[in-house]
């Protein structure tokens, strides 16, 4: 999908164009093994990733993930999305991605602990605050980032918050991280609701995942005073035609129970989420969620990507077919790593900023990227997608020509 997307950026590329083999190729790649010893004694190895797909506008930068599907494969087209994403929103990173295949789920915090130490030790090589920056993804969060910080900096022997973004407030952390890329989710889907002409005010929305994107979108939208209607996460599909509380969603599944036990839901069967009539739907979740099939049945207005790549290339153009807005993954969720950029120029400068500081430079950089593509894309007669794409290849082309070829 991502070179897929790349081909159709290349026809808009003018005089670098010829430039676009250097991103089709991952600059550097690391396979790890990871041996955990495990609290009942025996020794399981898992295969752990760390690929930098461009370090040519500045340090490689992009998420950790832990999940039993990750691979190589994903990782690098992840780590090529990442360079796209860091230059669609104009920060001076590179792109990378890392991963262990393995179900965290099912490892006690010990166990997990261990890995993660392990895991880091090995990609030790790779990151750096200069050189790589790894940030939270599926299956990490701040708890994971701690100890991915607290093993490089053992094993620099000098405490280096900077090696890594998405950690606890306490240690060099940045206040409206943890929030940051589904308010930017928010934000996206505001700009294009401005763009079309659509209200927020009780506009429905039908949120696939809950986690860290999907929660803290869900919470931005009830905010501005949209409706939730339909939710599906790995446990099932659920719909409320009131709208969900998003503040009751996070105590429910605080406490292990299931959303359907919010009052006035109905559980659909999970395939029923996708024909749900809404004005927005995010899907942040996983990739290939929305294929072809699944667009023709899609009864949206607005597609807002909170996941990486959950729209294929045959889908995308089933839904411009059928008029159906879609927000790209690299522009609306790139407000994780825009606070993963605050986060470390405040690691750099020791100065830290308030909630409120955070926000508005959030809202501001993403609504100037948004208006930014959007303009791209009704210039050149493109999809949202390939306009950011051509935005974001000729940066790092740029970058990439005037920096030179060595030797
Ligand atoms: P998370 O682990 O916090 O949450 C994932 C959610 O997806 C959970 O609610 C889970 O129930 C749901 N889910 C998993 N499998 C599912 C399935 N088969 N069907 C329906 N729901 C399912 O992860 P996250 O950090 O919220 O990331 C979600 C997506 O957003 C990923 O694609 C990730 O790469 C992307 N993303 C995350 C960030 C970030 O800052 N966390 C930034 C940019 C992009």
């Known amino acids: ?13 003018g005089d670098l164009a010829p430039l676009l083999e250097t991103l089709r190729h991952p600059k550097r790649v690391l396979i790890v093994d990871v041996p955990v010893r495990m609290d009942d004694g025996r020794l399981l190895h898992f295969e752990g ?12 930068k992009g998420g950790v993930r832990f999940h039993p599907g990750v691979n190589l494969s994903e990782v690098i087209a992840l780590a090529g999305l990442m360079t796209v994403k860091n230059a669609v929103i104009g920060v001076p990173f590179g792109g990378a991605k ?10 006690s915090r010990s166990e997990l602990e261990r890995l993660v130490r392990r895991y880091t030790s090995e990609i030790g090589v790779m990151i750096g605050p200069d050189r790589d920056i790894p940030a939270p993804d599926v299956g990490t969060d701040e708890r994971v980032m701690a100890w991915m910080m ?25 206040r409206g991280r943890r929030e940051a890329t589904g308010r930017g989710v928010f934000i996206a889907g505001r700009s294009a609701a401005l763009h079309l002409g659509l209200a927020i005010k009780d506009a429905r929305v039908a949120i696939q995942g809950l986690g860290n994107v999907g929660g803290a979108a869900a919470a931005c939208f009830h905010t501005a005073g ?97 008029g159906v807005q879609v927000i790209p993954d690299v522009l609306a969720n790139a407000g994780g790593v825009l606070v993963s950029y605050f986060e470390w120029v405040q690691d750099t400068t020791s100065y830290y900023w308030s909630e409120d500081e955070v926000n ?29 794409f051509v935005l974001a290849c000729r940066r790092v082309l740029q970058a990439r020509e005037l920096r030179g070829l060595y030797p």
């Open 98 to 107: 890392g991963g262990v295949r393995v179900d965290p789920r099912a490892l």
């Open 1 to 13: 999908m991502f070179l897929e997307q790349l081909e159709r950026a290349s026809l808009h590329l």
């Open 226 to 322: 949209a409706k939730i209607v339909s939710v599906q996460t790995s446990a099932g599909a659920y719909f409320n035609p009131q709208g969900f509380d998003p503040s009751v969603l996070a105590g429910l599944r605080a406490g292990g129970r299931s959303v359907g036990e919010h009052p006035g839901t109905e559980t659909l069967a999970a395939d029923a989420f996708w024909d749900v009539e809404s004005e927005f739907l995010i899907p942040a979740a996983l990739e290939n969620q929305i294929d072809e099939a699944v667009a023709r049945r899609l009864k949206t207005r607005v597609v807002v990507e909170g996941a990486n790549g959950p729209t294929t290339p045959a889908a995308d153009d089933v839904l411009a077919g059928r």
């Open 150 to 174: 607290d093993t490089y900096s053992v094993n620099a022997g000098r405490t280096v918050t900077g090696v890594v973004t998405g950690k606890p407030l306490a240690l060099g952390g940045s």
């Open 49 to 60: 990733y760390r690929a930098q797909h461009s370090l040519a506008r500045g340090p490689g």
């Open 360 to 388: 508005s430079k959030l809202d501001r950089l993403m609504a100037e990227a948004f208006t930014a593509v959007w303009d791209a894309a009704q210039a050149s007669k493109l999809s949202l997608r390939t306009a950011a």
